[in-house]
Structures are given as C-alpha cells and as structure tokens.
C-alpha cells in the first residue's frame, strides 16, 4: 500500500530529501561531444560536470531520460501505487518519457500517475517534496494532486544570467541581441510562465539585477510565510548571500541553496542566479 514518489534530476530535488522520504531519481542525460553521452549524477558528478562544462570550456547538450529509464524506476518503487513528478513538457521531453514508461507499467498492472510541475530545479523540486512528504503522512492520491495543483498555481521562479552567450546559444534570443546586451552590461530578468521559461525584463548590472529578483519575489509573497530555495550555477557564495537577503526581507520557513544540473546550467551558462518558491498558506 502507500504512494511511491518518483522525479527526473532535473528537478534538483536535494539528495537528503532524497533519502529521507525513498524517492527515486531518473536522471537525465548529459552529452558531450558526438559519443559520450552521461546518465546525470550517476555516470557524471555535478563537479565533473562543471569541470567540463564551465573549467575546460565543453559545451553539452542534454535529452531526456527514456521511457526505459523511468520504467526501470517504476520496478523499484515497491508501493502500488506511483506518483512521478516531471520538469515541464515545454523545456524537456521527460514528461511524454514518463507518461510512454507509465503505459508499460500499467500492462505490469502497476498504477502510474505522471504529474508535469511546470518548472525546472526547486520550483518542480518544491512539489516533489511535498508530494513525498504527504504520501508519507497517507495522504489519498487525488488528495495530493489536488494539493500539487494549488502549489503549481502559486510558485514563482525567477532568474537572471551573468551572460547572454548561452541564452543566444540554446535559441532563447538572438545572438545580435546577446551581443549588444553583453557589450552593454544588460542583465536579462526571466521567469516562469504556464511551464515556459520566458523575458521578462533586463537590469544594468548583476548588483540590479539581484535586487531586481527580490522586487520580483516580494511582488508575488509580500509577508506571507514561504518556502523558498535559490539555484545557481556554480557560483555558492553568492547564492548564500542571496539566500541571507531572503531571510532577512522575507518570512522564509524553509529554504535551500541548490546548484542547478545540466539541463538549466547549459540554458544559463555560469553565473545564472535564482529564487523559486511559493506562500505555504496554498498548500491548504
């Protein structure tokens, strides 16, 4: 009996969550060069990643975990009942991945339910947690997907890049745009919409650009209580400074720093800085 909670890496669920409730972590794949091709956090360390990626100057690109993959750890799970959570359909294939590997389980006789968070690292990271922690209190499934729904409305996640290079690179804006707004010191401002990782804004400047973030946060929070978590790539002290500024600004009931994985690293480039959260009063 029970739920079994199943996510894709790309959610960068912290691995003491990890641990603590059994959820099981379907990694996506890291690719370099024609051949070597990397299943995250398994064949390839985070550090090894940003070793290659950012120290040595090897550009990856990235796909999604297989339907095989996940089928793999759906047989792990030993509850009857699964609920896999996905970074959204509209930057990744795992979600369609996830649903071909549910089909394959259900002629198992295994029941499935694939659930697309809409966003990437702890903003999807955020639902996976709880999702876990009340399939361990023995929430009913419809009661938790009724939940998840409210949480998925109301999260917010916003970033800005140091560079505009990997942004022109992975198609999000021109290269005569990047080039310009590099040589002119502009900051982008993007967030999350309805699953789709868009522009919202620019800021002269990284110090702006941080404040800016904060301005976007308090918009959507004010005082309420929030749980709240900041990505970065491969920059730590300045993402626990940030995190010192949403302590201080906010009402934060929990929170983590999180260094993002390939697939948002490889969108950003190094330097992209973050804050994805959401009010705990919607949880309900």
């Known amino acids: 009996m029970g739920i079994g909670i199943v996510c894709d890496s790309s959610l960068n669920v912290p691995e003491p969550f990890l641990q603590e409730y059994g959820i099981r972590e379907v990694p996506a794949l890291v690719i370099f060069g024609p051949d070597e091709v990397y299943r995250n956090k398994v064949d390839l360390s985070i550090e090894a990643f940003y070793r290659r990626f950012l ?21 792990e799970v030993p509850e009857e009942t699964i609920l896999c959570l996905t970074v959204t359909a ?11 590997a549910a089909a394959m389980a259900a002629e198992e ?6 659930w697309d968070t809409r966003f990437a690292s702890m903003g999807g990271g955020w639902q996976v947690v709880m999702a876990a ?14 939940r998840l729904g409210r949480i998925r409305d109301h999260t917010f996640g916003f970033l800005t890049v140091e560079t505009l290079t990997y942004l022109a690179r992975a198609g999000r804006i021109s290269h005569t745009r990047a080039y310009m707004g590099n040589v002119l010191n502009v900051k982008p401002l993007l967030a999350f919409r309805d699953g789709a990782l868009e522009v919202i804004g620019r800021a002269r400047g990284r110090r702006r650009s941080k404040e800016a973030l904060v301005r976007l946060v308090a918009e959507q929070v ?22 010192h500024t949403c302590r201080e600004r906010f009402h934060v009931v929990e929170d983590v720093v999180v260094e993002l994985g390939p697939v948002l690293a490889a969108i950003g480039g190094p330097g992209l800085l973050g804050i994805t959260g959401y009010p705990v009063e919607v949880e309900g």
């Open 222 to 243: 004010g005082d309420r209580p929030v749980r709240l978590a900041v990505v970065h790539t491969h920059i730590p002290d300045e993402a626990e400074a940030l995190l």
């Open 133 to 146: 922690r009340w399939a361990h209190e023995g929430l009913e499934l419809s009661t938790i997907l009724e």
């Open 109 to 114: 006789g295994r029941q499935v339910t694939v």
């Open 90 to 100: 509209k930057l990744s294939g795992t979600y369609n991945s996830a649903v071909q």
């Open 55 to 75: 120290e040595e100057g090897q550009q990856p690109t990235t796909s999604q975990p297989t339907p095989a993959q996940f089928l793999d750890a759906y047989r």
